[in-house]
């Protein structure tokens, strides 16, 4: 703040920040953690949908700074108001980059999505959430976006299913998609492609003949983790708005005390 800005009565404070550092070790990323802003999503039905995300916001420190301006990231947020969205991500991520003179920035931006789903035979309707994150990562003047989705499913075990005389033991299982994406895709699109792959998806409210129909679904659909985590991965490989991917199946196990665990990887 100069002379002419500066409010009567006061002088300038010192930008610590701003003085040089000599231990010659630069910082691959510094900024803030957990913040929250109310935004908006684009919603395949309703068009929007609006929400609050948890933020954390990072750029590199060349190693002769001592330190960022930590304000400015709370500013460049809240510069926004509440019109944060997918398509001001990325204007966002690069504000930020030269906002801070830095060569490379991340932002996380993680919220509760939520899905109006009708019940598989009664077609009663209620609200599923899932949690979804967009990522944007800007080194130099290039700019990656990834969407990650965590959707909430059913696994039923085959092993268990082939041994036993009655019924098989199933579990509640998240599989996680982290997509590098080309272009445009739903949220909605990742899960419904999860779903479609899980023993039986997950509703807000069954009455007793959904809760006879996904009982049977899972019955007759058995998934080890490997299984999800095959079947989601050969589906994104088929579709080309995805670069790269990680999926990840866990299950809750229901008679163990420890999950089970899949990772596909494709960079």
Known sequence: MDAK????????????????DTRQL??????IKDITHPVRVKDRTAGEQHTIATFNMYVNLPHHFKGTHMSRFVEILHSHEREIGVESFR?????????LEADAGHIEMTFPFFVMKKAPVTEVESLMNY???????????????????VVPVTSLCPSSKLISDYGAHNQRSHVTITAKLRSHIWIEELIDLVEAEA??????????????????????HPKFVEDMVRDVAARLNAD????????EAENFESIHNHSAYARIEKT
């Open 199 to 220: 023993s039986s998806e997950l509703y807000g409210i069954l009455k007793r003949p959904d809760e006879k129909y996904v009982t049977e679904r899972a019955y007759d």
């Open 5 to 20: 800005t500066r409010p009567p009565g006061t002088s300038a404070v010192e930008d610590v920040q701003g003085h040089a």
């Open 240 to 247: 080309e708005r995805i670069a790269a991917y990680t999926v």
């Open 91 to 99: 204007a966002m991520l690069e504000e930020m980059t030269t906002r």
């Open 26 to 31: 630069p910082i691959n990323r510094v900024g």
């Open 131 to 149: 949690q979804a994150t967009l990522i944007g990562e800007r080194r130099g003047a290039d700019t990656e976006m990834w969407l990650k989705v």
